[in-house]
């Protein structure tokens, strides 16, 4: 037996080594199986789409925000992952009965980093966590070198329409965008704030509307409509995946926003 502390600062106790995994977080559920965790995985969200074919080969438990306790339960679990920001807190006197549950909270590179390390040493993959963060840490110092020299630009990253929601500060995407020195204009503000796009000029016109591709499924009617309102910004559809998934997917990301990087100057 052993007790471990999630990132919210509760004590978990273990009574044995985890070999019957739920994972209620997409970005958590790829890091799993990055980690060479897949077997253990028994149970996933409907939105846990990488690797793909986990969906034909695990038990769908739910969404992210809603869940169903009974199927959870059947599965046997002797630990569960969840996310302060993509599950909801109230799953957790429920979610405590059947299983240890531990909760993650990532707003910073940093946080996922610890993350990917404590995950590693609760699991028995310290090895495979170090390795990964290595290879992180590797593709950060090169983005850092290659972002370097680019200019700062202000954008606005939606991630909801009608009402329209931005990414704000106290948020990951919110550092991923000041790692790709994107100027947040609504980094004053908390969260993922409601905002009237009709005053988008006069609280910051952005250079650069970035449509994040989740989870609203944005399209041109969208960007055009937010175009009236803006002082000839650039509008980009972006992969949300690449600015909002902690873990594994910082891998790929870097590549994808020195792509998108490159994709800019030829707008400016």
Request: with cysteine; proline share 4%.
């Amino acid at each position: 037996m052993k007790i471990i502390k999630d990132q919210l600062g509760r004590e978990i106790t273990l009574k044995t080594q985890p070999k019957r995994i739920i994972s209620l977080v997409p970005s958590q559920t790829e890091l799993l199986c990055d980690l060479n965790l897949e077997n253990e995985l028994v149970g996933i969200t409907k939105f846990c789409v990488h690797p793909y074919h986990l969906k034909s080969t695990k038990t769908i438990v739910g969404g992210t925000k809603k869940v169903d306790f009974d199927k959870i339960k059947a599965l046997n679990p002797d630990f569960i992952l969840c996310n302060k920001e993509e599950n909801t807190y109230d799953f957790l006197p429920e979610l405590e009965k059947i299983a240890p549950t531990y909760f993650s909270d990532i707003t910073t590179i940093q946080d996922s980093i610890d993350f990917i390390l404590s995950l590693g040493t609760i699991l028995n993959r310290r090895t495979e966590s170090q390795n990964l963060v290595e290879k992180i840490h590797f593709k950060l110092l090169n983005f850092k070198e290659f972002i370097k020299t680019k200019p700062t630009r202000k954008v606005a990253y939606f991630i909801w329409a009608k009402p329209w929601m931005v990414a704000g500060n106290e948020t990951y995407i919110n550092q991923m965008l000041q790692l790709n020195k994107f100027e947040n204009i609504y980094q004053n503000m908390s969260r993922y704030p409601k905002v009237e796009i009709n005053k988008i000029r006069y609280e910051g016109d952005p250079e650069i509307i970035i449509l994040s591709s989740e989870p609203f499924p944005f399209k041109d009617e969208h960007a055009v409509e937010i175009s009236t309102f803006t002082n000839r910004s650039i509008t980009i559809f972006a992969d949300g995946e690449m600015f909002g998934w902690h873990g594994s997917r910082l891998l790929l990301a870097f590549d994808y926003f020195k792509a998108l990087h490159k994709k800019l100057e030829s707008h400016f």
